[in-house]
T-cell receptor
């Protein structure tokens, strides 16, 4: 799996958009970009994933650059409950039985009142 | 109706003991995992099972023995516990179609070895 680089921490004001960057310059053509988050003392939670097109769901938007070497997770209106560690992961989505996700250090997003 | 449930949530035990953590998922997934999160917060995969068959074993000591009686359950048994086994253990599950390979995690089991 390709490695990812994320800033160790970021701050965001409540109600503002939180933009979390991720570099994945060695991503291969068939690898997806996944975002998960882990709120303190809870299990990781899936947010969104994409291959090359931008994606949006009820939680967030994912913007992937045209060369696919970086991406940005956008939380449009951050709340205090969005304070968590956010993990950017690249992995195959082949559906094979040896599918796994390899977590890095992630970005600790702190949403301030 | 917790999708992936683990028991116990907290476990404090002495070195040398043998303990088990149970995991059940009611999502109909066919792949289950155990992840370990150590004190430095790194989350690492330990095992994965697909339809009761061991698929991934990430060089975990053989004191750790996962057992999958059916595809909805993946239990983790740990023999001769050591101080370094203290961590949070997360069970998870996925399915290529039902979940689009999204991995659903349980709430974790906090193991403290004293």
């Amino acid at each position: 799996d390709a490695k990812t680089t994320q800033p160790p921490s970021m701050d965001c004001a409540e109600g503002r958009a939180a933009n979390l960057p991720c570099n994945h310059s060695t991503i291969s053509g068939n690898e997806y970009v996944y975002w998960y988050r882990q709120i303190h003392s809870q299990g990781p939670q899936y947010i969104i994933h994409g291959l090359k097109n931008n994606e949006t769901n009820e939680m967030a938007s994912l913007i992937i650059t045209e060369d696919r070497k970086s991406s940005t997770l956008i939380l449009p209106h951050a709340t205090l409950r969005d304070t968590a560690v956010y993990y950017c992961i690249v992995a195959l989505n082949s559906g094979g039985s040896n599918y796994k996700l390899t977590f890095g250090k992630g970005t600790l997003l702190t949403v301030n009142p | 109706d917790t999708a992936v449930s683990q028991t116990p949530k907290y476990l404090v035990t002495q070195m040398g003991n043998d303990k088990s953590i149970k995991c059940e998922q009611n999502l109909g997934h066919d792949t289950m995992y155990w992840y370990k999160q150590d004190s430095k917060k790194f989350l690492k995969i330990m095992f994965s099972y697909n339809n009761k068959e061991l698929i991934i074993n990430e060089t975990v000591p053989n004191r750790f023995s996962p057992k999958s009686p059916d595809k909805a359950h993946l239990n983790l048994h740990i023999n001769s516990l050591e101080l370094g086994d203290s961590a949070v253990y997360f069970c998870a599950s996925s399915h290529p179609v039902l979940s689009g390979n999204t991995i659903y995690f349980g709430e974790g089991s906090w193991l403290t070895v004293v």
